[in-house]
């Protein structure tokens, strides 16, 4: 076997033990070299095209020299990992099955092959990116993902798919053209950070994920960024989604989880909050969306302070039988807040509340928008605000601040929502 050459190196495993580099070349199987290899070894990868579909299924590394290209030439998996400690650094892997039923991948992880580590790769014209199922202390690192751009969505896989998994690090990963970005979904004790996902439909599209941490992604031009639903326990702290036709970020059915320092600009909702309680909402940045905040199921034991709400054509859409107090400690900015300060203590001397009856009146009958400069309108506003009766339930904040908190939010002063997304 001319195209394997043996080098044996000495890599601290002990007195006589000892792990191999098989180098593969162009024109030969990588498969063969796996068969040939034993726990432990790496097998070198040799610049040039593989067309085949490669089965690990012992504890090895493959390391690509010059980002060599494997093909899966259209069917199946393009890589299947069953066994556990495999390492896959600097490969390109391409064209899986398009098969959604069969879930075809560029890399296909079994439950079972834990410590699975995927650095430095690049997956194109896959259906899945990598499927990740039933593997413990996974590390998916700075990989970049395409997918079928020549697939409508629906027929799309997911970037990265996690599922029923536990101390998953998925980090520093560039995705685009896929269904959903990164899916989750029965796992915990997971980290995403340092992801950038766009063109996509969903950022992420994350469920019954535990005691884990989004933070520093970045979602833009999609149809949604940030989508956490039926969760406890998470912070999601520094991430920033920008121009997405839908949401921002959404919390729906989510418990006590620490929610700060984001970015939501641009979007067609900046923070959709569905059934969300017992949360802290706190210095995030909520700036030139069509509607700051879309709060609906109750939603109203939360803590939200501290938050900038800059330039949002509707600061927040809020439907409820009572008032929901906001800014008990700190106080939000609201851009929008015509009070004064006449104390000098940063604080406004008036409440701050979101809407009244003419916003209700427009949520119900959207034609009334263009009356909304009218003198008969100004004058039911006015009249709601004086007598209680007419009152409609707000978002109140009682001591709404004078000055963003946010030191950079004019940069975001060029983000207008999106209407279309790829």
């Known amino acids: 076997m ?6 044996v190196i000495l890599a601290g495993y002990g007195p006589g033990l000892a792990a191999a580099v098989l180098e593969v070349a162009p024109g030969t199987s990588i498969n063969a070299a796996i068969a040939s290899a034993q726990k432990g070894d790496t097998l070198l990868i040799a610049p040039g095209r ?16 010059s980002h060599p290209t494997i093909s899966g030439r259209g069917h199946g998996d393009t890589i299947r990992i069953t066994a556990p400690d495999v390492t896959l650094i600097g490969l390109v892997v391409i064209d899986s099955g398009a098969d959604l039923t069969a879930q075809n991948a560029g890399i296909y992880i079994v439950p079972g092959a834990h410590r699975v580590q995927i650095n430095n790769c690049r ?31 629906a027929q799309r896989g997911n970037g990265i798919q996690v599922y029923d998994t536990r101390g998953a690090r998925v980090t520093g990963n560039e995705i685009s053209g896929t269904r959903d970005g990164i899916y989750v979904d029965v796992s915990r004790d997971a980290q995403f950070r340092h992801n950038r996902i766009h063109h996509v439909r969903y950022g992420t599209h994350y469920m019954n994920t535990h005691h884990s941490t989004w933070e ?26 920008w121009g997405n036709t839908d949401h921002g970020i959404m919390l729906r059915t989510i418990q006590d989880s620490l929610i700060e320092d984001n970015v939501v600009a641009g979007n067609d909702r900046g923070f959709f909050i569905y059934d969300a309680e017992y949360n ?57 807040y015509n009070g004064w300060d006449q104390n000098g203590d940063g604080q406004g001397d008036v409440a701050y509340e979101a809407n009244d009856l003419v916003d209700r009146l427009n949520w119900q009958y959207p034609l009334l928008k263009l009356l909304g400069a009218s003198p008969a309108l100004q004058t039911l506003r006015f009249a709601a605000r004086q007598f209680p009766l007419l009152r409609a339930p707000s978002v109140v904040d009682r001591h709404p601040r004078m000055r963003p908190l946010s030191q950079n939010w004019k940069k975001w002063n060029d983000i207008a929502p999106r209407i279309e997304y790829n």
């Open 2 to 7: 001319r195209a394997l050459v043996l080098a």
């Open 216 to 241: 520093d992604n970045e979602v833009y031009l999609s149809r949604a960024g940030l989508a956490l639903m039926e969760v406890r326990s998470l912070t999601v702290r520094r991430n920033i989604a």
């Open 123 to 153: 997956l194109v014209a896959n259906l899945f990116g990598i499927w990740l199922q039933g593997v413990d202390d996974a590390r998916l690192l700075n990989n970049t993902i395409t997918g079928r751009r020549d697939l409508q969505s």
């Open 50 to 65: 593989y067309n085949e579909h490669v089965l690990v299924d012992k504890a090895l590394t493959l390391q690509g020299r």
């Open 280 to 336: 802290t909402l706190r210095h995030n940045l909520i700036i030139n969306n069509r509607t700051g905040v879309h709060l609906s199921a109750g939603s109203s034991n939360n803590q939200v302070d501290g938050n900038d709400f800059i330039g949002n054509q509707e600061q927040v859409r809020f439907v409820a039988a009572r008032d929901v107090e906001w800014g008990k400690q700190e106080g939000n900015y609201w851009s929008n």
